[in-house]
């Protein structure tokens, strides 16, 4: 039997004076609160109550006893408590891990303005790119970009960012540019394979024809810094999403290139381990950033 039901229902006996008053006040037959009561004297090895046909009393150790239950159930009451204040306002460590772009350009901004509006809140940030064990890493949310490959996590869509196909203009200078995606296999195309389908583009066309050109180049890395380095230096054409190239774009160094073509949009996700009782750390922050790049962030759409 639960020990702290035993505990409640001996108390509950103690104060009324009477296994049938406790009984009817705790909704159960007399019959289980005689056998609670038992089951604890029978653990304890003495009896917690001196029992006549008309008169109910503690013993001394029941005294004593009643003293400590009383003490364990306030304490697991305001254990309780506080637990469920932690669930309903926002406060401790909320641990987040994001890919490095997006995650300085995007989520780092929305963390300043989040927290001031929850000062009782700390965040702690991590930049990192690839799959994330939120389990291991002790994280409450990841960020991820693209499509998720894991269909264990628990996934939010909190935006997507349109993606284009671009390269330097001295790479086009000496390589001619492509006028349609097919023409991307003789291209020294440069890949970031962090975010998935990976070396698989991706095209519509304008009256709906979807293509899918596998491309390949000289050049891979886990995030898009390196690769926009290297398309900025004319070493071949990435596609990245604008917010991470429209800075270069506007500037020149960077030129847009089957612009005809639809691509996709790469979608920014929220995911965590727990779908159920979602600490409220964790929710409002959620909705904060969906907000947040909704309204507030260059090139992130719901």
């Known amino acids: 039997m639960d020990k702290l039901t035993s505990m409640n229902v001996f108390v509950r006996v103690a104060k009324l004076e009477s296994f049938s008053h406790a009984a009817k006040d705790l909704g159960m037959s007399k019959a289980m609160v005689t056998k609670h009561v038992m089951e ?3 653990k304890l090895g003495t009896r917690l109550f ?14 004593s006893y009643l003293a400590r239950c009383q003490q ?3 304490d697991v009451d305001e254990m309780e408590e506080a637990i469920t204040h932690l669930q309903s306002e926002p406060r401790g460590v909320l641990k987040i891990s994001a890919p490095p772009v997006i995650g300085v350009t995007h989520i780092a901004p929305a963390l300043a303005a989040f927290l001031k509006l929850y000062p009782e809140l700390s965040v702690d940030l991590t930049l990192k790119s690839g799959q994330i064990d939120l389990i291991d890493e002790g994280l409450d949310i990841a960020i991820y970009l693209g499509i998720i490959e894991d269909t264990s996590l628990i996934a939010r869509k909190l935006g997507s960012s349109p993606s284009v196909v671009c390269g330097a203009p001295s ?3 000496k390589h001619g540019i492509p006028q349609h ?5 003789h291209h020294n195309c440069l890949v970031n394979w962090a975010v998935s ?3 698989m583009w991706h095209f519509k066309s304008a009256d709906g024809e979807q293509k899918v050109i596998k491309v390949a180049g000289q050049m891979q890395a886990n ?7 290297a398309a900025v230096n004319g070493l071949g054409l990435i596609m990245l999403p604008e917010y991470i190239v429209g800075k270069h774009i506007t500037q020149g160094t960077l030129q847009v290139v089957l612009a005809d073509y639809t691509n996709p949009l790469l979608e ?3 995911v965590y381990p727990h779908r159920k009782y979602l600490s409220a750390k964790v929710s409002v922050f959620l909705d904060f950033l969906q907000n947040w790049l909704q309204h507030k962030a260059g090139g992130a759409k719901t």
Do not use: C, M, Q, W
Request: charged fraction near 25%.
């Open 50 to 63: 001196n029992r006549t046909t008309r008169n109910l009393s503690l013993t001394e150790v029941g005294s």
């Open 197 to 199: 389908p990976r070396d």
């Open 40 to 42: 604890l004297e029978n």
């Open 223 to 229: 995030a898009a810094d390196p690769i926009k380095a």
């Open 171 to 173: 790479y086009f200078a």
């Open 268 to 270: 920014i996700h929220a």
């Open 181 to 185: 995606p097919e023409e991307l296999v």
């Open 72 to 74: 364990v159930l306030s």
